[in-house]
């Protein structure tokens, strides 16, 4: 195969490999893989590849590292950070998995499901609960997000608090390296120490260093119980201090624990149908706590109502409502899992995915909607998310009447800002997100010296030619 090859040789190829259901080079059919679900990039590719078998994905692969064509690997694209979404240079191939989409095998006594990159997140978690188990990585994108995005992204969610990020519900991986060779790790093992664990370098890589086509992942007994409560706080210690509560009492039990500010759930009310407030009064503070248990005698509801009588008590509970049905208890859910939508229907906004220790969380939150509404005056702080592993999505909503085109061109000062404190706690710059291509410029500034050295090592060891997602990640 010489160095490179004219476009039209190039499909040729491809269209040997992956037959007319895994090529598109329709205009209209490539535009949705070109821009990403805020819309801050629009890319450009001579097409899109659909493999349908890790066999084709690794033909793909080999093709275009014999030929040094750019390969952007793409899931569900969700990406809140620009990783799935190709540059304007128009020389990429964008490999979408959205063809491998079977789950190859479920064994209930193991406890593992294996998948293809291509499953739908929420097809996972139903697939897992027809066998009677759980698999409990559960995220607002769930049911775009695929297994191979969110391996690649390490992706958290609502119930990292108690399962951890998708690194670990993840046992084997299958992928395809940048030269094209298949490496078949798909071992369902609890222990298995032997060398480096490669499977925890492709989790988290974001695409650069190769492609995931399959995982073992973890399942769990299901839930036999439950509790759910939307409460309203007296302020962001208060917070903090209901998590104390009921993770003292029983921290098993704690499947999620959510933050929300007023201004959030006002824009929820405002712009989504169906949706809300269950209290009779507006507040500031919101918490929503979920309890699980697989034991069916577990007495959740109970447990729930005692804690928060305490913690009203104590004046940091103003007031709480706790679902009566399931029905009901998805609607209390859809108010914090529609805080993204809300928040775009709201106007221009820009996120802030971050991490600090969970004991500042209230610091953090309170210095950075200080430092930001100085930054901006009339420009509104959307603090919300996953207060209980310490990560709140510190988001900055655009002052009203202002041309939302000069409110985004403050974006990395805002970003600047909210990181300048985040640094200051000992936090991280991306919780959960990811760095792809947004935030490439601060890997130097935050991972620079032997840490981002290594990573520069790896990835030229692993990807010499750069194929894999380029652009992104590394500075
Ligand atoms: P894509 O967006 O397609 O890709 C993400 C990255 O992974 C890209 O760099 C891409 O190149 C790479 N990639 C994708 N598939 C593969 C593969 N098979 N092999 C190698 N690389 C691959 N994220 C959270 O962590 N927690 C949340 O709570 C959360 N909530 C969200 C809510 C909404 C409404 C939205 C839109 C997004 C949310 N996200 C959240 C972000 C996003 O859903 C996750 O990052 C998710 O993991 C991406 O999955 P995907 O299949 O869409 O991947
Ligand atoms: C969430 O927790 C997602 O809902 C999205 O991570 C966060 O929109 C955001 O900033
Ligand atoms: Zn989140």
Redesign the pocket.
């Known amino acids: 195969m010489p160095d490179s090859l004219p476009p039209a040789r190039l499909l040729d190829e491809l269209d040997k490999i992956l037959g007319p259901r895994g090529l598109l080079t329709d205009a209209a059919d490539i535009a949705p893989h070109l821009s990403d679900?805020r819309a801050l990039y629009r890319g450009a590719a001579f097409a899109v590849a659909r493999p349908a078998s890790t066999e084709e994905v690794a033909a793909v692969v080999r093709l275009c590292a014999a030929t040094g064509t750019p390969i952007?690997?793409?899931?569900?694209?969700?990406?809140?950070v620009g990783?799935?979404t190709p540059d304007g240079s128009g020389r990429h191939l964008v490999l979408s998995?959205a063809r491998m989409n079977r789950i190859r095998a479920l064994d209930a006594l193991d406890m593992t499901m294996t998948a293809e990159?291509g499953v739908v997140l929420k097809t996972a978690q139903e697939k897992a609960a027809e066998a009677g188990a759980l698999f409990p990585l559960s995220?607002?994108?769930e049911g775009?997000?695929?297994i191979?995005?969110?391996l690649?992204?390490n992706?958290?969610?609502?119930t990292t608090v108690r399962y951890g990020n998708a690194r670990e519900l993840m046992l084997g991986l299958e992928a395809v390296l940048p030269d094209g060779s298949i490496w078949n790790g798909l071992r369902r093992l609890r222990k298995d120490n032997t060398g480096y664990a490669l499977r925890h370098l492709l989790v988290g890589a974001?695409?650069t260093l190769?492609?995931?086509?399959a995982a073992v992942l973890r399942l769990f007994p299901r839930a036999r119980d439950t509790a759910l409560a939307f409460c309203a706080v007296r302020d962001e210690d208060a917070a903090l201090a209901l998590f104390r509560r009921f993770r003292d009492r029983d921290e098993s039990a704690v499947r999620a624990f959510e933050y929300m500010s007023g201004t959030g759930v006002d824009f929820c009310v405002r712009h989504i149908e169906g949706v809300v407030l269950p209290l009779a009064e507006r507040a500031d503070h919101y918490v929503l706590v979920d309890l699980a248990s697989s034991r069916p005698d577990a007495g959740l509801r109970a447990m729930a109502e005692s804690v928060l009588a305490e913690a009203l008590e104590a004046g940091e509970v103003l007031d709480a409502a706790l679902p009566e049905s399931e029905a009901q208890a998805q609607r209390i859910w859809r108010i914090r899992e529609e805080h993204?939508?809300a928040q775009k229907r709201e106007g221009a906004s820009v996120k802030n995915d971050v991490s600090v220790p969970v004991s500042t969380v209230p610091e953090m939150i309170r210095r950075c909607c200080a430092a930001l509404v100085e930054l901006i005056p009339g420009s509104r702080p959307v603090p919300f998310g996953h207060i209980g592993d310490g990560n709140i999505h510190m988001n900055l909503e655009q002052p009203p009447g202002m041309d939302p085109a000069a409110f985004l061109a403050r974006s990395h000062d805002i970003m600047d800002c909210v990181n300048a404190v985040v640094r200051d706690l000992g936090g991280s710059f991306s919780a959960?997100?990811?760095i792809?291509r947004l935030k490439t410029d601060m890997m130097a500034d935050w991972r620079g010296g032997a840490e981002l050295a290594a990573m520069q090592a790896i990835k030229a060891a692993l990807d010499p030619r750069g194929i894999m997602?380029p652009g992104?990640v590394l500075p």
């Not at 992706?155 to 609502?158: M, P, S, V």
């Not at 190769?210 to 086509?213: E, H």
């Open positions: 679900w952007t690997p793409q899931g569900g694209n969700t990406s809140m990783g799935a998995l990159a995220l607002g994108a775009t997000a695929t191979g995005g969110v690649s992204t992706a958290g969610g609502n974001e695409g190769g492609i995931v086509t993204p939508e959960e997100h990811g792809g997602n992104k």
